[in-house]
Structures are given as C-alpha cells and as structure tokens.
C-alpha cells in the first residue's frame, strides 16, 4: 500500500475530458488554480499566465479550448 504522501503526489489526467471547452485556456486555468490554492482571481490569473507560458501555451492563452490539439489540452490539463 502508498503511504499518504505519496498518494498525494500521484495525480491522473484523463485523455479526453474538456467539458469547459467553451471556455479559453486562461478562464479554465485561472478557474482551475483559483479553486486548488483558494487565492483571489487576479493571483489565479497572474499564476495561470505564468503557467501557460511555462509550457509553451502564452500565445494560445485567449483562445477556446475546443480549438486545441490533443497535446495542447494535455499540456492545459497539467
């Protein structure tokens, strides 16, 4: 059996689940980081740039998540 923490390093990112593809990448981010550190929007936001950029994502960051590729959604998912 894993001890507790290392259960809390494992995480599981499925292959396809977007069903906020309405949503930009910056909104899911910001959202996504806003809920998982409790902070206020314009940190969540301020971190969620920094985050997409980080993996190569910046110049798509206003842009529908419906419109990504697989690899880009995985990399939004991260």
Not at 22 to 28: I, N, Q, R, V, Y
């Amino acid at each position: 059996p894993l001890s507790a923490d290392i259960k809390k390093k494992i995480g599981y990112l499925p292959e396809r689940n977007f069903s906020f593809d309405t949503l930009t990448a910056l909104e899911f981010v910001s959202i996504s980081v806003q809920l998982c550190l409790k902070i206020n929007h314009k940190e969540a936001r301020i971190k969620a740039i920094r985050g997409l950029e980080s993996v190569g994502l910046g110049f798509a960051m206003n842009q529908r998540l419906r419109t990504f590729s697989k690899g880009m959604l995985q990399k939004v998912g991260l």
